[in-house]
Protein backbone atom coordinates (compact mmCIF):
# COMPACT_ATOMS: atom_id res chain seq x y z
CA UNK A 1 0.00 0.00 0.00
CA UNK A 2 1.53 3.43 -1.21
CA UNK A 3 2.15 6.25 1.10
CA UNK A 4 0.97 8.71 -1.63
CA UNK A 5 -2.53 7.32 -2.77
CA UNK A 6 -3.80 7.96 -6.50
CA UNK A 7 -7.12 6.70 -7.91
CA UNK A 8 -6.20 3.17 -8.94
CA UNK A 9 -8.04 3.80 -13.01
CA UNK A 10 -10.11 6.38 -14.42
CA UNK A 11 -11.59 7.01 -17.62
CA UNK A 12 -12.88 9.75 -19.93
CA UNK A 13 -13.84 10.20 -23.73
CA UNK A 14 -11.73 11.91 -25.97
CA UNK A 15 -11.55 16.23 -25.97
CA UNK A 16 -12.48 15.91 -22.12
CA UNK A 17 -10.34 16.76 -19.21
CA UNK A 18 -9.59 14.62 -16.43
CA UNK A 19 -7.96 15.39 -13.03
CA UNK A 20 -5.82 12.74 -11.33
CA UNK A 21 -5.41 13.26 -7.50
CA UNK A 22 -2.38 12.24 -5.15
CA UNK A 23 -2.86 12.21 -1.53
CA UNK A 24 -0.15 12.18 1.35
CA UNK A 25 0.49 13.93 4.24
CA UNK A 26 2.99 16.85 5.65
CA UNK A 27 5.85 14.91 5.82
CA UNK A 28 5.79 14.34 1.86
CA UNK A 29 3.72 16.11 -0.53
CA UNK A 30 2.83 19.36 2.42
CA UNK A 31 6.59 20.15 2.24
CA UNK A 32 8.12 18.78 -0.44
CA UNK A 33 7.91 19.09 -4.24
CA UNK A 34 5.64 16.77 -6.46
CA UNK A 35 6.74 15.50 -9.72
CA UNK A 36 4.37 13.46 -12.27
CA UNK A 37 4.72 10.65 -14.70
CA UNK A 38 3.39 9.09 -17.81
CA UNK A 39 4.22 5.55 -18.84
CA UNK A 40 2.73 4.14 -21.82
CA UNK A 41 2.53 0.52 -22.08
CA UNK A 42 6.05 -1.15 -22.22
CA UNK A 43 7.97 1.89 -21.81
CA UNK A 44 9.80 3.81 -19.38
CA UNK A 45 8.21 6.87 -17.63
CA UNK A 46 8.41 10.30 -18.87
CA UNK A 47 8.83 12.97 -16.31
CA UNK A 48 5.07 15.24 -17.32
CA UNK A 49 5.16 18.00 -14.29
CA UNK A 50 8.64 18.98 -11.61
CA UNK A 51 8.37 21.37 -9.10
CA UNK A 52 4.68 20.57 -8.29
CA UNK A 53 3.61 22.71 -11.85
CA UNK A 54 6.87 22.79 -14.11
CA UNK A 55 6.37 21.70 -17.27
CA UNK A 56 9.98 20.16 -18.85
CA UNK A 57 10.30 21.58 -22.49
CA UNK A 58 8.19 19.20 -25.35
CA UNK A 59 5.45 18.87 -22.42
CA UNK A 60 2.59 20.31 -24.16
CA UNK A 61 0.88 22.20 -22.15
CA UNK A 62 -2.76 20.14 -21.97
CA UNK A 63 -0.42 18.70 -19.11
CA UNK A 64 -0.90 20.68 -15.81
CA UNK A 65 0.33 20.68 -12.55
CA UNK A 66 -1.11 21.73 -8.96
CA UNK A 67 -0.65 21.21 -5.21
CA UNK A 68 -2.72 22.32 -2.27
CA UNK A 69 -1.54 21.14 1.42
CA UNK A 70 -0.69 17.63 1.22
CA UNK A 71 -2.47 16.97 -1.84
CA UNK A 72 -1.70 17.18 -6.05
CA UNK A 73 -3.49 17.17 -8.86
CA UNK A 74 -2.64 16.32 -12.80
CA UNK A 75 -4.48 17.97 -15.10
CA UNK A 76 -4.91 16.60 -18.65
CA UNK A 77 -7.15 18.68 -20.99
CA UNK A 78 -7.86 17.57 -24.65
CA UNK A 79 -7.41 14.04 -23.96
CA UNK A 80 -6.27 11.79 -26.97
CA UNK A 81 -6.11 8.04 -26.96
CA UNK A 82 -2.42 8.67 -27.50
CA UNK A 83 -2.85 9.56 -23.62
CA UNK A 84 -3.74 5.90 -22.39
CA UNK A 85 -0.92 5.08 -20.10
CA UNK A 86 0.03 4.83 -16.03
CA UNK A 87 0.09 7.65 -14.36
CA UNK A 88 2.44 7.97 -11.49
CA UNK A 89 3.21 10.66 -8.49
CA UNK A 90 6.31 11.09 -6.74
CA UNK A 91 7.90 13.22 -4.02
CA UNK A 92 9.77 13.26 -1.19
CA UNK A 93 9.32 11.81 2.54
CA UNK A 94 10.74 13.56 5.59
CA UNK A 95 9.94 10.64 7.62
CA UNK A 96 11.16 7.86 5.47
CA UNK A 97 13.70 9.86 3.89
CA UNK A 98 12.92 7.88 0.56
CA UNK A 99 11.51 9.05 -2.65
CA UNK A 100 8.20 8.12 -2.58
CA UNK A 101 5.74 7.12 -5.56
CA UNK A 102 1.95 7.10 -5.63
CA UNK A 103 0.35 3.51 -6.82
CA UNK A 104 -0.51 4.33 -10.09
CA UNK A 105 -3.44 5.63 -12.20
CA UNK A 106 -4.99 3.86 -14.77
CA UNK A 107 -6.07 6.27 -17.58
CA UNK A 108 -8.15 5.10 -20.38
CA UNK A 109 -9.42 7.39 -23.25
CA UNK A 110 -12.56 5.37 -24.62
CA UNK B 1 20.81 15.55 -25.84
CA UNK B 2 20.82 13.35 -22.63
CA UNK B 3 20.69 10.00 -22.86
CA UNK B 4 20.93 7.16 -20.49
CA UNK B 5 21.48 3.80 -21.80
CA UNK B 6 21.12 0.43 -20.05
CA UNK B 7 22.52 -3.12 -20.15
CA UNK B 8 20.71 -5.57 -21.95
CA UNK B 9 17.87 -8.17 -20.35
CA UNK B 10 19.26 -10.75 -17.91
CA UNK B 11 18.40 -14.42 -17.26
CA UNK B 12 19.63 -15.91 -14.21
CA UNK B 13 19.51 -18.49 -11.23
CA UNK B 14 18.51 -17.86 -7.48
CA UNK B 15 21.99 -16.96 -6.06
CA UNK B 16 23.38 -15.79 -8.46
CA UNK B 17 25.38 -12.52 -8.44
CA UNK B 18 24.53 -9.48 -11.26
CA UNK B 19 25.66 -5.99 -12.23
CA UNK B 20 23.89 -4.07 -14.59
CA UNK B 21 24.58 -0.84 -16.05
CA UNK B 22 23.53 2.25 -17.38
CA UNK B 23 25.26 4.70 -19.39
CA UNK B 24 25.16 8.47 -19.10
CA UNK B 25 26.02 10.71 -21.80
CA UNK B 26 24.99 14.41 -23.25
CA UNK B 27 25.44 16.19 -20.06
CA UNK B 28 27.94 16.35 -16.81
CA UNK B 29 27.85 12.86 -15.63
CA UNK B 30 29.26 13.86 -12.00
CA UNK B 31 26.74 16.61 -11.70
CA UNK B 32 23.64 15.30 -11.21
CA UNK B 33 21.95 12.13 -8.98
CA UNK B 34 21.53 8.93 -10.59
CA UNK B 35 18.58 6.86 -8.77
CA UNK B 36 17.55 2.83 -9.71
CA UNK B 37 14.17 1.97 -9.33
CA UNK B 38 12.43 -1.13 -9.35
CA UNK B 39 9.12 -2.23 -11.23
CA UNK B 40 8.21 -5.23 -10.49
CA UNK B 41 5.79 -7.20 -13.35
CA UNK B 42 2.15 -5.29 -13.17
CA UNK B 43 2.96 -3.08 -10.81
CA UNK B 44 4.26 0.47 -9.49
CA UNK B 45 7.31 2.35 -9.17
CA UNK B 46 9.82 1.86 -6.01
CA UNK B 47 12.89 3.67 -5.13
CA UNK B 48 15.96 1.83 -4.75
CA UNK B 49 18.06 4.71 -3.79
CA UNK B 50 20.84 7.41 -5.48
CA UNK B 51 23.75 7.93 -6.35
CA UNK B 52 26.31 11.36 -6.93
CA UNK B 53 29.11 10.31 -9.33
CA UNK B 54 30.58 13.43 -8.61
CA UNK B 55 31.60 12.18 -4.90
CA UNK B 56 30.28 8.78 -4.71
CA UNK B 57 27.51 9.64 -2.06
CA UNK B 58 24.97 6.56 -1.81
CA UNK B 59 21.91 6.54 -0.46
CA UNK B 60 19.43 4.00 0.13
CA UNK B 61 15.88 2.86 0.67
CA UNK B 62 15.62 0.38 3.45
CA UNK B 63 13.49 -1.50 1.99
CA UNK B 64 16.56 -2.18 -0.46
CA UNK B 65 19.71 -1.58 1.51
CA UNK B 66 21.63 -4.83 2.47
CA UNK B 67 19.79 -6.39 -0.87
CA UNK B 68 21.27 -4.38 -3.45
CA UNK B 69 24.50 -2.23 -4.12
CA UNK B 70 24.76 0.85 -6.36
CA UNK B 71 27.80 2.28 -7.63
CA UNK B 72 29.31 4.34 -9.95
CA UNK B 73 32.53 4.55 -12.36
CA UNK B 74 32.96 8.39 -13.16
CA UNK B 75 35.26 7.79 -15.56
CA UNK B 76 33.05 6.08 -18.14
CA UNK B 77 29.87 7.98 -16.85
CA UNK B 78 28.46 4.38 -16.10
CA UNK B 79 26.58 4.20 -13.11
CA UNK B 80 25.67 -0.20 -11.75
CA UNK B 81 23.44 -2.04 -9.65
CA UNK B 82 24.12 -5.42 -8.32
CA UNK B 83 23.39 -8.15 -6.63
CA UNK B 84 25.72 -11.20 -4.82
CA UNK B 85 22.94 -13.20 -4.57
CA UNK B 86 19.53 -13.07 -6.54
CA UNK B 87 16.39 -13.97 -5.36
CA UNK B 88 13.25 -15.19 -7.34
CA UNK B 89 11.87 -12.28 -6.19
CA UNK B 90 13.67 -9.98 -7.72
CA UNK B 91 12.21 -10.71 -11.40
CA UNK B 92 11.17 -6.60 -12.16
CA UNK B 93 12.47 -4.33 -14.47
CA UNK B 94 15.00 -2.03 -13.21
CA UNK B 95 14.93 1.44 -14.35
CA UNK B 96 17.63 3.98 -13.99
CA UNK B 97 17.11 7.67 -13.86
CA UNK B 98 18.85 10.88 -13.64
CA UNK B 99 17.47 12.73 -10.55
CA UNK B 100 17.13 16.90 -10.22
CA UNK B 101 18.03 16.69 -6.51
CA UNK B 102 20.36 18.22 -3.69
CA UNK B 103 21.03 16.14 -0.52
CA UNK B 104 22.29 17.32 2.42
CA UNK B 105 24.11 14.70 5.10
CA UNK B 106 20.51 13.54 6.49
CA UNK B 107 17.61 14.69 3.66
CA UNK B 108 17.02 15.50 0.19
CA UNK B 109 15.34 17.65 -1.77
CA UNK B 110 13.92 16.31 -4.87
CA UNK B 111 12.32 17.85 -8.11
CA UNK B 112 11.47 15.16 -10.48
CA UNK B 113 13.41 12.60 -12.54
CA UNK B 114 13.97 13.91 -15.65
CA UNK B 115 15.63 11.40 -18.09
CA UNK B 116 14.83 7.67 -17.76
CA UNK B 117 17.16 4.64 -19.40
CA UNK B 118 15.22 2.31 -21.35
CA UNK B 119 15.18 -0.57 -18.29
CA UNK B 120 17.08 -3.41 -18.00
CA UNK B 121 14.60 -6.54 -17.35
CA UNK B 122 15.95 -8.77 -15.10
CA UNK B 123 14.56 -12.54 -14.56
CA UNK B 124 15.59 -15.17 -11.83
CA UNK B 125 14.52 -18.24 -12.19
CA UNK B 126 15.31 -22.04 -11.30
Known amino acids: QSVLTQPPSMSAAPGQKVTISCSGS????????VSWYQQLPGTAPKLLIY???ERPSGIPDRFSGSKSGTSATLGITGLQTGDEADYYC???????????FGGGTKLTVL | EVQLVQSGAEVKKPGESLKISCQGS????????IAWVRQMPGKGLEWMGI????????RYSPSFQGQVTISADKSISTAYLQWSSLKASDTAMYYC???????????????????WGQGTLVTVSS
Open chain 2, 97 to 115: ARILAYCSRNTCTTRGFDY
Open chain 2, 26 to 33: GYSFTSYW
Open chain 2, 51 to 58: IYPGASDT
Open chain 1, 26 to 33: SSNIGNNY
Open chain 1, 51 to 53: DND
Open chain 1, 90 to 100: GTWDNNLNIVI
